[in-house]
């Protein structure tokens, strides 16, 4: 079983979201996931850690897509604005992922110990936006505090989208959080 | 050994601070430091389940000050004006722990499992502030984001505070984070 298997890696999240959500995260094994994927165990382990993983899977993806729009940013761009440039690469990569989301923002919503993992990496997400904008010329402190409203726009914005039908709507939803940051900021 | 002993969690936090600092948080026991505080490590588990809670064990008391600043707060004071003066109560409240929360610092920066309590607990705070807010009025999302601005602004400048020698200066540099974090929004 060393041959290559098309898309072995979409075909196991796909397994694994389907029995998350079916049967429950918790009590669901490599080995269920594995098999309901046409797969072996070995292979589960090829592409994932753990089934812990699978779930986290396409956060180094967001990372890179959030700071490569900011690095794409005009030159005379402010902070800011070169986040919201970022985010508006994020939306595009999520467009096509609204039903993905919607089932694991469920399973991630009723086990505090994947909430804890989204929030480490929802943190090292602020700390990557910080560096990318550092390398722009951003002072560091306002480099920190951009990438933070940077994040806090993206998680909030990202609530609302899965709680709604429309897989489009993430970057209008972004643009609107960050409008309500910026009004209760100065409020 | 039932009798009550004078101060004693606030012994075990100094002894414990002091061992940290002085050999490394890992290397530490609870039996070490119940015995540089002169108690039983019994005593020790009355106020602390574990040496890690010896760090944290003033989450609560910051929350609670926190809200309780946000509900004084003037009724017609905007949802971060609310979050300004909770902030201000905080400030006071560490005033006189500067030299513990900069050993502290050190120790959770040094130490990974650490740093992601600490995440936990300031996402927490900002749940706490949002509920804080709510009470108040404020929409849900308002008080989302007005949390969550809050905690950034408190995290940065606690940052701030431990790099510098005045224990006085937590207020002034939350109110300086916070005008720094309406213009980057705002930019």
């Not at 589960?44 to 993806?61: H, I, M, P, Q």
């Not at 919607?102 to 009723?110: D, E, F, L, T």
């Amino acid at each position: 079983m060393s041959r290559w298997e098309p898309d072995a890696e979409g075909r196991l999240i796909k397994a694994a979201i389907t029995l998350f959500d079916r049967q429950g995260y918790d009590v669901t094994t490599v080995a269920q996931i594995a098999e309901a994927a046409g797969l072996t165990k070995r292979t589960f382990f090829r592409y994932f850690s753990d089934k812990r993983e699978v779930l986290f899977n396409g956060s180094a993806e967001l990372a890179q897509r959030l700071v490569t729009g900011i690095a794409a940013a005009p030159a005379d761009a402010g902070a800011m604005a070169a986040v919201r440039a970022g985010l508006e690469e994020v939306a595009t990569l999520f467009a096509d992922r609204h039903p993905f989301a919607r089932v694991r923002s469920q399973i991630v919503a009723a086990n505090p110990e994947l909430q804890e993992r989204e929030l480490i990496k929802l943190q090292s997400l602020a700390g990557a936006v910080k560096t990318a904008l550092v390398d722009r010329g951003v002072p560091e402190n306002t480099a920190i505090l951009a990438g933070q409203a940077g994040v806090t726009v993206f998680h909030v914005a990202f609530a609302q989208w899965v709680a709604q039908d429309d897989p489009t709507a993430l970057g209008r939803l972004m643009d609107q959080s960050l409008d309500e940051l910026r009004s209760v900021t100065a409020g």
